[in-house]
Nanobody, 120 residues
Framework: QVQLAQSGGGSVQAGDSLRLSCVAS????????MGWYRQAPGKARELVAG???????HYTDSVKGRFTISRDNAKNTVYLEMNSLKPEDTAVYYC??????????????WGQGTQVTVSS
């Protein structure tokens, strides 16, 4: 089993930046991909960004050029740097990890979620 502990998030103004962090523990050798999903009120959960161990990445179109995902494999940690935040980025953000080798594939493990609120 894999446990994910995430930190970061909060309330900011449009145009501000935030950084989310997530540390994996447990059977981390089984993890190939780590990423971030988000879920806004009344909307389906969507994959924001994912990254393989080799730094092959996937981003949803709405965050390309604004968000950057990175990993520290030695620390089993994934980060999401969010710049130029918009009100539509408001959501609960979930750290996720999986055994797939596809950064846009199916993820198996989930963090507890953290709220990101962007006001205009």
């Amino acid at each position: 089993q894999v446990q994910l502990a995430q930190s970061g998030g909060g309330s900011v103004q449009a145009g501000d930046s935030l950084r989310l962090s997530c540390v994996a523990s447990g059977r981390t050798f089984s993890i190939n991909v780590m990423g971030w999903y988000r879920q806004a009120p009344g909307k389906a959960r969507e994959l924001v960004a994912g990254s393989t161990r080799g730094a092959r990445t996937h981003y949803t179109d709405s965050v390309k050029g604004r968000f950057t995902i990175s990993r520290d494999n030695a620390k089993n940690t994934v980060y999401l740097e969010m710049n130029s935040l918009k009100p539509e980025d408001t959501a609960v953000y979930y750290c996720t990890a999986g055994r797939t080798t596809n950064p846009s594939g199916t993820y198996d493990y989930w963090g507890q979620g953290t709220q990101v609120t962007v006001s205009s």
